[in-house]
């Protein structure tokens, strides 16, 4: 056998009695849609419920697939106080879908658990499901026994997510499972100012973008949805939904979208999918190859379009990461390059931070406040090696990553004093938040995600590693022009 169906759910606490208490009437379709999915299971009567949830042992670089004869969870950290849940694991899935990760260079495995415990991200879902199979027992429709494999989400790509799905799809055809999967995650944080996270008008674009995908079966779609509309939006399960797509990898599909709905500030949608077909017989839906042509075009295209700026710091990293040298722009340039760049990069000096974000997540930053070089071109070369090579949060670049990458340019305005908060507009202004004995946290202004000065000024001060209640704090900002 292999996958019977696959289920993208939701994982309010909120939806469960004993933490809701009366507040789960405020998403009924919600709950009659989860209700639906956990009769669907029942009746598919799976052998292994695979679940994948972004409250799991989360790593940047690293799928993690939990370990071990099985785990407990409880609601109690929302104020339940029932027992909770236990759940047994397949062990001989897990060591398949393991062997088979090692076996395609995939870094997914059992290394390094940190959320032993079940998350709510599953015990959401697997509530639901108890519930119909405890309601089938008590009318002596007694259904079969179901283990449990539980994963994490990464830092890693689209396409690797997918590619995790894929081997969860091909261990339950090698080990003849009967198998479900359920994808766990919100859609975006963002839909309301009285919720808890604030709006962001990226929010309802978000919930709208993937709701169409759920409804069409359009998995391509989950893979490129775009970056920084999913920071901006605080989206939690796209990269759940990535997997889930994998493992009906090559196989037609009748897509389902049973609710959405967002009353609390979060998007909240459910969607079902039932193989219409032998899986992975349709060609056709092979989204990991069209994902990847899709990749090469976009990067393509991108690169055609960068500024000068931008062509400058990826000729110096490249550079450096591929011939270990530091180029000098007034000499090493080759001609194309150095007649597109505009003389104000030679007759200026400013502080510029480069960024690079690989698969839409930060890769490295680094960058001066006050010039350090002569002239800008000097310190954009420099601060994009430093970027890829120096920035301690991060591994070093490497040469296979280069094609990869991303980069924006920030040239800095010099920083002006300000007496307090109100004189910040996160969309417009950087700033720089300073203390006593030199600490110092910076962040530059327009960021996706970042979208108050509350929120602005306690990144900087983290950085920092400053309390913005000390009373030595001084505030100042300033403005960027960004290249991209």
Same mark, same amino acid.
């Given at each position: ?30 709950? =009659? ?24 042992? +989360?790593?940047? =670089? ?35 879908? +393991? ?67 894929? !081997?969860?799809?091909?261990? @339950?055809?090698? !080990?003849?499972?009967? +198998? ?53 939006? @605080? ?12 493992? !009906? ?33 349709d060609g056709s839906r092979a989204i990991d190859e069209r994902y990847t042509a899709w990749r ?49 990069? %030679?007759?200026?000096?400013?502080? @510029? %931070? ?16 006050m010039p350090t070089r002569d002239t800008l071109a000097a310190e954009i070369c420099a601060n994009?090696?430093?970027?890829? +090579?120096?920035?301690?949060? %991060? ?16 040239? !800095? ?72």
């Amino acid at each position: 056998m292999s996958i019977l169906a696959a289920f993208a759910v939701p994982h309010p606490p909120l939806i469960v009695p004993g933490v809701g208490g009366g507040r789960e009437a405020g998403i009924q379709a919600t709950i =009659d849609a989860y209700r639906e999915v956990a009769r669907r299971i029942a009746d598919l009567a799976p052998e292994t419920i695979v679940v994948s949830s972004p409250h799991a042992t +989360c790593y940047l =670089d690293y799928l993690h697939i939990s370990g071990g004869e099985g785990a407990r969870g409880t609601f109690s950290q929302f104020g339940d106080r029932a027992d909770g849940s236990r759940v047994h694991y397949d062990r001989e899935f897990v060591d398949t879908l +393991c062997r088979m990760a090692d076996e395609q260079g995939l870094p997914a495995g059992t290394a390094g658990e940190r959320v032993p415990d079940l998350d709510w991200g599953v015990l959401v879902p697997l509530h639901f499901v108890q519930e119909e199979y405890e309601r089938r027992r008590a009318a002596r429709d007694e259904p079969g026994a179901y283990h449990v494999v539980r994963i994490g989400i990464s830092g890693l790509s689209p396409l690797d997510h997918y590619r995790l799905g894929k !081997l969860v799809q091909r261990a @339950a055809d090698d !080990l003849g499972r009967r +198998c479900v999967y359920i994808a766990s995650g919100d859609l975006s944080h963002k839909l309301a100012e009285d919720g808890p996270y604030g709006f962001a008008a990226d929010g309802p674009v978000f919930d709208g973008y993937v709701c169409d995908a759920f409804a069409a079966g359009d998995f391509l779609a989950l893979l490129t949805a775009d970056p920084g509309m999913c920071e901006r939006a @605080a989206e939690c399960g796209l990269r759940s939904f990535q997997i889930m797509a994998g493992t !009906l990898d090559r196989t037609a599909v009748c897509a389902e979208l049973l609710s959405h709905e967002g009353p609390f500030g979060v998007g909240y949608g459910i969607a079902a999918f039932t193989p219409a077909g032998a899986v992975g017989s349709d060609g056709s839906r092979a989204i990991d190859e069209r994902y990847t042509a899709w990749r090469a075009e976009d990067m393509a295209r991108r690169k055609a379009a960068e500024s000068p700026w931008v062509r400058l710091a990826r000729f110096a990293l490249e550079s450096y990461v591929r011939e270990g040298r530091r180029i000098d722009p007034a000499h090493d340039l080759p001609d194309d390059l150095a007649t597109s760049l505009p003389d104000e990069l %030679f007759s200026t000096a400013a502080g @510029a %931070f480069v960024s690079l974000k690989k698969n839409g997540q930060l890769r490295g930053c680094i960058g001066t406040i006050m010039p350090t070089r002569d002239t800008l071109a000097a310190e954009i070369c420099a601060n994009a090696v430093s970027a890829g +090579c120096r920035d301690p949060r %991060f591994d070093a670049v490497d040469a296979d990553e280069l094609d990869e990458l991303v980069y924006d340019v920030d040239v !800095l305005s010099a920083p002006e004093p300000i007496s307090g908060p109100e004189e910040l507009d996160p969309t417009r202004y950087g700033v720089i938040v300073s203390a006593s004995r030199g600490r110092r946290g910076l962040l530059l202004p327009d960021l996706d995600g970042v979208d108050t000065v509350d929120e602005q000024l306690r990144i900087a001060a983290r950085k920092g590693g400053i309390n913005l209640d000390e009373p030595s704090v001084t505030l100042e900002r300033f403005t960027v022009t960004r290249h991209l």
